[in-house]
């Protein structure tokens, strides 16, 4: 069996290196795992630091945009490109763990669901920013009004799935929409979601963190316009 991990990244110079190294040591039981990491048209150096790991590790695939399109332009290029068996979202600015891939792996291997989300919630005692705890609430509730599913972290970045998934659901979301995208079609799809607890380390604007209030519109826009629309 096999994993493919998708990696978008945008501008994550001080972060991208140390994160693929993290990917590649997870070890996974009787699981090989395939790495793309898809540059999002980085301007600050991400690029150069990607090459460098390319050499130095050979299950790697990269792929590179040639201008910023957003996280779900990149994400739908790393999936075109993936093979595994079971493929993860990772993020490239270290925070979330991928030492946590076993546990949101577990759920689909036990053959209980084929989509795992990794929820921040879940875990107690994070140290999550009000403003994320607050919107992540919003979200939640507008999906299960809207989509008779709750979930308590509908909006992670990390999320478990499988082939016949990625095959199945068919996305179009160019930005950060993806994440609502995903899960508004996976439910639609009729496949059920189960939630995991995991680590969660954020970071503050100053330290990189793209999400803006212009973005939370877009996921608004998309938990409604999917209500009405099947695309």
């Excluded at 945008?10 to 040591?25: F, G, M, P, R, W």
């Excluded at 075109?80 to 979330?96: N, S, V």
């Amino acid at each position: 069996m096999k994993l493919s991990i998708i990696i978008p990244v945008y501008n994550e110079q001080k972060t991208i290196s140390q994160l693929i190294d993290k990917v590649k040591a997870v070890k996974l039981k009787n699981i090989s795992k395939e790495i793309i990491v898809v540059d999002d048209g980085s301007t600050d150096g991400s690029s150069q630091l990607i090459a460098e790991k390319l050499k130095k590790y050979s299950n790697i695939k990269t792929f590179t945009l040639p201008l910023n399109l957003g996280k779900g332009a990149a994400i739908r290029l790393g999936l075109k490109h993936a093979t595994g068996d079971f493929i993860i979202i990772q993020d490239a600015d270290l925070e979330l763990n991928p030492q946590e891939y076993n546990q949101l792996l577990r759920p689909i291997l036990d053959k209980k669901t084929k989509i795992v989300y990794g929820s921040r919630v879940l875990k107690k005692n994070q140290k999550i920013p009000f403003k994320s705890w607050a919107s992540t609430r919003i979200f939640s509730f507008l999906i299960s009004l809207f989509y008779f599913h709750w979930l308590t972290d509908v909006n992670t970045a990390y999320k478990a799935f499988t082939k016949e998934v990625k095959n199945k659901i068919k996305l179009r979301s160019v930005q950060f929409e993806f994440e609502t995208e995903f899960t508004i079609k996976a439910l639609k799809a009729g496949y059920k979601i189960i939630e995991v607890p995991i680590s969660y380390h954020p970071r503050t604007n100053q330290e990189g963190k793209k999400i803006r209030f212009r973005d939370g519109l877009d996921l608004l826009f998309t938990i409604f316009k999917y209500r009405f629309i099947n695309d």
